[in-house]
């Protein structure tokens, strides 16, 4: 199985400062198919389900703003949130879904 | 938009078995793949199972390998969940996901329902 290795576990930041959450993978998870990392990003707010926020690593999905932003390839991927807003304040989690089992990320709480 | 609405949770003892339901609107549910994502209290996320558009293709996590069965029912737009042998680390908030992208990850999920496994 792939591991998924998130650090840091919690995070602080300052209002409209810049927020980076990293996700190591124990093997390359390249989708040959398509040459994309097979790779997302989730955010979870307290009390509610997670939502989509990148997938293939750099797509953000529809209706996410533009300050969270998706890198990297092969085993190690970042989640940089530009300038941190209050509304940003969540659990986040990575996710590798090249091969079941689709394992995700421990998590990253991110408070201010 | 879609709509994913889980039922069947509840409070059940060792070694019993449950079934969740998840009932599916706004999208072409026999097109496509859906997963069981699940939260123990307190903890992470971890993916349970997905099972293909058209039922031919299902994989687990080894923790639930042998005791979970992920099944469909395309005609009712409905995804299952039958839990067999249910332990109190099954304890957790069973959420389904649809994947309704070009890839196996969970665009959409439902608001989750609640499993509580007592010894």
């Not at chain 2, 999208?27 to 939260?39: E, I, K, L, N």
Request: proline fraction near 3%; charged fraction near 15%; aromatic fraction near 12%.
């Amino acid at each position: 199985d792939i591991v998924m290795t998130q650090s840091p576990d919690s995070l602080g930041v300052s209002l409209g400062e810049r927020a980076t959450i990293n996700c190591k993978s124990s093997q390359s998870i390249l989708f040959s198919s398509n040459n994309e990392n097979c790779l997302a990003w989730y955010q979870q707010k307290p009390g509610q389900p997670p939502t989509l926020l990148i997938y293939w690593a750099y797509i953000r999905e529809s209706g996410v703003p533009d300050r969270f932003s998706g890198s990297g390839s092969g085993t190690h991927f970042t989640l940089t949130i530009s300038s941190l807003q209050g509304e940003d304040v969540a659990d986040y989690y990575c996710q590798q879904y090249c091969s079941p089992p689709f394992t995700f990320g421990q998590g990253t709480k991110l408070d201010i | 938009q879609v709509q994913l609405v889980e039922s069947g949770g509840g409070v059940v003892q060792t070694g019993k078995s449950l079934r969740l339901s998840c009932a599916a609107s706004g999208f072409t549910f026999r097109s496509y793949g859906m997963h069981w994502v699940r939260q123990a209290p307190g903890k992470g996320l971890e993916w349970v199972a997905i099972i293909w558009y058209d039922g031919s293709k299902k994989y687990y996590a080894d923790s639930v390998k042998g005791r979970f069965i992920i099944s469909r029912d395309n005609s009712k737009n409905t995804l299952y969940l039958q839990m067999n042998s249910l332990r109190v680390e099954d304890t957790a908030m069973y959420y389904c996901a649809s994947s309704v992208g070009d890839g196996d990850y969970e665009d959409s999920w439902g608001q989750g329902t609640r499993v509580t496994v007592s010894s």
